[in-house]
Structures are given as C-alpha cells and as structure tokens.
C-alpha cells in the first residue's frame, strides 16, 4: 500500500469527503471556503451520486423564499409538524439543530457557491397534521452545463428518460409549459428555445448542456467545490478507515489499480450514498423492496456504513421504515441497457389513470398522494406487482411511465413489451393475465365515482397534495376522470426504492457516534444516505431527503473547520 501522493492527491489533508451526492459536495465546498484542504473521494467515474437522478427539491422550513411569495412559515410551525409526523421518532435535538441550520446553510450556499434554488408552493405530503404548510419544498434553479466546461462529462447525467429525446432535460414546470406551445406566445417560445438549444447541442454531437431537476444541483454543487479548489477525485473507493491514537486519521481508498492512504488532520465525512445498490444489505434491511428495483447509481454500495461500523460506529436498526419508496417501471432501452422510470410527477397523479394490484385486479391506494405512502401501503398490504392503466386520453395528455404525452406515441413502448394495449378493458385483463369481469367492475365503479370528482375508496384528489400534483385545468377533481375513451394502456409496476435513509448513529453535529457508550469518535462524520435519517424512514414533505442531507454536510464541514481552526489552521 502506498501514500496517495501523486499529481493532483495530496497526501494528507484537512478534510476527507467520502462520496459526491449533494451531502458530500456541500461539506466539501463548505469545507474547503472555511480555509480547509479538502479531497473528496468519489469511488465510481461520475460526480453527483443519487442528487443527479433526483428531482432536485431541498425541504427547507421557514425558508426566505417562501416569505418572497407571500407565505408564512416559521420554526416553530415546523416543529410542531415535525412532531406529528414522527411521532415517537422524533429527536428533539437532532431536529431543532436542522430548523436552525438549514436556513443558515441555504444563506452560505447562496452567497458564496453557484447553488441556486427557487420557491414553489409544492405542499407539505401530510395535510391534515398540525404545522402542515406549503413552500417549504425549494427546487432548483436549471443550470448551464457549459459553465462546467470539459468537466460537464465528469457530472453523472440524469436517468434518460425523465427527459425528452436522449438528453434532453426539463424541469415539471418547463414541461407543463411546453405542452401548451400552440396556446400561448410563451409557451412557444420557450419551446422554441428549448429545442434549439438541444438542437444546437446535438449538432455540436454531444448530450444537451441544460440541466434540471437534481442534475442541476449535482451540476451547481459541482462547480462549487470545483470553484472553491476541492480535490475532486474520481474512480477512488474508499475502503478502510486508519484508526490511530484514539481518532480516525486516514483513509485507505483504491485508486488506478492499488490502494493509497491518504492522512486526515481534521476529519473524514462518510457521504457515499448509502447501501441501495448492496444486494445482502437490501435483502436484510430493505426486504419489502425485494420486489421491485433500486434507482440509485452503482456506486451505492453501503461503503460508509460499513467503514463506520469497522471504526465502532453502529447502524440503527429501529426505523419507522429504511428506504425511499416509489413506483417504478422497468423497461430495455434499444441498446440493450436496462432502465428504470419512477413515477414522480405527471402520470398516476392525473386523470383518467388507476393502479390495480395484479393479484385481483383491484385498487388498493390513493394513486395520486405521495410516493412514500405508496410504499408504505404497499408493504401492508402484501402488494408487490402492479398494473398501471390508463386510456387513450389520459396518455396523449400525460404520459404513462416511460411513456411521454403528445407529440409522442406510445406504440415503440407497446412493440418493445413495456406496455400493453388493448381495445376494451376486458380485452385488457386478458393480456394482464386478470379476469375480465373483476377488472371490468373495477374500472366502472371508479368511472363512476370520477364522473362526479369522487372515490369514496380512498379518497383521491380530496387532499391539498393531491390537488396539487393533478391537472389544475381539470374539474371538479384535478386528479379524477373516468377511463372511457380506448385504446386503453397499462404498464407494469413494482414498490422500488429512490435509495436507503438507514444510516450511521450520529449526534447534532454530526459526528459518528460510537455502539459502545455513544460517544463521538473522534475525527469522524457522516451526512447524507450515510447519517441515518432525522425523518426515520418517515418523509414530511419533497426534499426531505436532500435537506437534511446538505445541512448535516454543511454543519460536519463547519464542526472539522472550527477543530482545525482551535489548532491554528483554517478560517471559519
């Protein structure tokens, strides 16, 4: 084993980040404008981790943002929100900490790195609790990809097909906006740019420089700690912890074939990603998602946790639940690559869609609210493969999973064996392998409902969430219509994951906390998928994940820069 020294690694430094999604980028940047020398690791050859594939949204209480739309929010109100969605998991020191320093790292963020996000009024996904509120939900801002330079190939691309065309990435609002290009002087200008650009981009033969979404803030966070003279390394997988005189002070890493120590003098941050792409660890700790798929990048491999634990660090076992749940349909691309699509946005929220569950046929969810209450409901009721229909109308409208709306047809998805079509609803069933008449009967008693903006089953469209996520120009319901105009469609879906929250015990700021007696071990940290999750398993509201994710990076990079500050190195 060798020293890491080599043109462009130091061999030792301030700070060492182990993993690149937005907990480890935020800690890197935050660490290396407090003064810090700051290497982060990165262990497969793209920057960005899970955020790249996200949709971009940070969860941020009392935020200014929202007060510059007009709606009020405060810490407080939060809290008591907080409160009752997590009921006994609730840590009272861990969550006044995050409503304290997520708006001081917002601010940090904003004024000295290219992170850019703006306000939505995206509503909290628990309506009916007390502390409920909208805005609290920021999206980010679309990103230039040619700010990046040559280093834009070094930013792992979003999933395909939550885009247009091959590369071609749109925000929801941009989308909706789009659709409406022979309505409105705007849209169509929009549109009109949008595809020049992309135009211009390919002609140039290279994917389109516009980033959205968490590509965008992958791409942001990116050129921040770039900016801010971080050792980005990529193709370095971290291995091993050096524990020495009582205090983590190296990290072992693989890296152009052999393994190099690189020495730490303030601390290491564990931000690797968590474990979704770790089969065993899956299969012990995330059994329900055994059915479906994990949409998180290969490099997700529990790394973090795993060097935490071999240092004395201990993952908690006692969640409320320990992914990100979500619907997700599975398909191959003509290149022979498999791709997964999460329905997130469009789709199952609007009109004209139902998902039935394969086993008999019939409804079982509130298809419109939140991705983690489908989850949720699904492991209780034994669901594990689904049916997601729609007719002809809903589908030129909204898409169906992979499937975009007008211009495009959905008939390349039918021949490749994504999605069935049929004439009639009972010609449907058939192809699904369901009976007729219990599908048939399905489908009449909720176009019965719809008809009249109601589902006495479970509620569809009667909360703010769903309202929201529906079609606005739709009524009376913005999610309900009934499915009468054929063909009709259906694609198949499994409860997957979005990535793992189970992660490291550590306290308020940070720090890794020890199994044997629960105190801090010295030099170590974790953020992000790593830290296990102030939510526990629970999710408030969009960018639950991401905003604890940054301001625990954020609060880790201050806590090793105020140390080395203590010992006369840095600034804070």
């Known amino acids: 084993m060798s020293s890491s020294a080599q043109p462009g690694i130091p061999a030792s430094a301030d700070m060492v980040v182990i993993g690149?999604?937005?907990?480890g980028m935020t800690a890197a940047t935050v660490g290396a404008l407090s003064g810090l020398e700051v290497v982060l690791l990165e262990a497969t050859p793209l920057f960005g981790g899970t955020t790249a594939f996200s949709g971009g949204c940070v969860w941020i209480p009392a935020n200014h943002h929202q007060a510059a739309i007009g709606i009020p929010d405060d810490n407080a109100k939060a809290r008591s929100y907080l409160e009752a969605v997590l009921g006994n998991f609730f840590n009272a020191e861990k969550i006044d900490t995050y409503l304290a320093k997520a708006n001081e790292m917002l601010g940090f963020m904003e004024a000295h790195t290219t992170v850019r996000l703006s306000p939505s009024d995206i509503p909290d996904y628990a309506p009916a609790l007390p502390g409920w509120s909208q805005g609290r939900c920021l999206l980010t801002e679309d990103f230039d990809g040619n700010a990046l330079g040559a280093d834009f190939e070094r930013v792992r691309p979003p999933i395909r097909e939550m885009g247009l065309f091959a590369s071609m990435q749109v925000s929801p609002a941009q989308a909706v906006a789009m659709q409406g290009w022979n309505r409105s002087l705007a849209s169509l200008r929009l549109t009109v740019s949008r595809m020049g650009g992309y135009a211009l981009d390919r002609l140039r033969g290279r994917r389109g420089r516009h980033m959205a979404n968490g590509n965008a803030l992958a791409g942001r966070l990116f050129k921040s700690a770039r900016d801010a003279g971080v050792h980005l390394i990529e193709n370095a997988r971290a291995r091993d912890l050096v524990f020495a005189d009582g205090r983590v002070s190296g990290v072992v890493f693989e890296h152009g074939g052999e393994k190099r120590t690189i020495a730490v003098r303030g601390g290491a941050v564990l931000a690797s990603g968590?474990?979704?792409?770790?089969?065993?660890?899956?299969?012990?700790?995330?059994?329900?998602?055994?059915?479906?798929?994990?949409?998180?990048?290969?490099?997700?491999?529990?790394?973090?946790?795993r060097m935490g634990e071999s240092v004395g660090g201990r993952l908690n076992p006692d969640n409320a639940a320990n992914g990100i749940w979500v619907p997700a349909s599975r398909y191959t691309r003509q290149d022979g690559s498999?791709?997964?699509f999460p329905s997130l946005f469009f789709d199952?929220?609007?009109?004209?869609?139902?998902?039935?569950?394969?086993?008999?046929?019939k409804r079982f969810v509130d298809e419109s609210f939140h991705?983690?209450?489908?989850?949720?409901?699904?492991?209780?009721?034994?669901?594990?493969?689904?049916w997601q229909i729609a007719d002809a109308r809903a589908v030129a409208r909204y898409g169906l999973g992979a499937i975009k709306p007008t211009p495009f047809r959905p008939d390349k998805w039918v021949r490749s064996g994504y999605?069935?079509?049929?004439?009639?609803?009972?010609e449907l069933a058939v192809q699904l392998g369901l009976d007729p008449v219990t599908l048939a009967d399905t489908v009449e008693r909720f176009n019965r409902h719809a008809a009249a903006g109601t589902d006495p089953d479970f509620g569809r469209g009667s909360n703010a969430y769903d309202a929201y996520m529906g079609d606005a120009t739709h009524g009376p319901n913005p999610s309900l219509r009934p499915l009468r105009q054929g063909p009709f469609y259906a694609i198949e879906v499994r409860p997957s994951d979005l990535g793992s929250v189970q992660g490291l015990d550590t306290d308020a700021r940070a720090r890794v906390l020890a199994a044997e007696g629960g105190n801090p071990i010295p030099g170590l940290y974790a953020a992000g998928l790593d830290n296990n999750s102030i939510m526990r398993g629970k999710y408030p509201g969009g960018g639950?994940?991401?905003?604890?994710?940054?301001?625990?990076?954020?609060?880790?990079?201050?806590?090793?820069?105020?140390?080395?500050?203590?010992q006369g190195a840095g600034h804070v």
């Open 20 to 23: 690149s999604g937005a907990a």
């Open 274 to 305: 968590g474990f979704g792409q770790d089969e065993a660890m899956r299969q012990k700790w995330m059994a329900q998602s055994a059915a479906g798929w994990s949409l998180q990048p290969e490099g997700s491999r529990g790394d973090g946790i």
């Open 338 to 340: 498999v791709g997964f």
């Open 348 to 361: 199952r929220h609007c009109p004209g869609q139902i998902m039935v569950d394969a086993r008999n046929g």
């Open 371 to 386: 991705y983690q209450n489908f989850g949720e409901v699904t492991l209780d009721k034994g669901v594990t493969k689904i």
């Open 419 to 426: 999605a069935k079509k049929a004439g009639t609803i009972a």
């Open 544 to 566: 639950a994940s991401l905003g604890p994710a940054m301001t625990f990076g954020y609060v880790a990079a201050r806590e090793i820069a105020a140390a080395r500050k203590a």
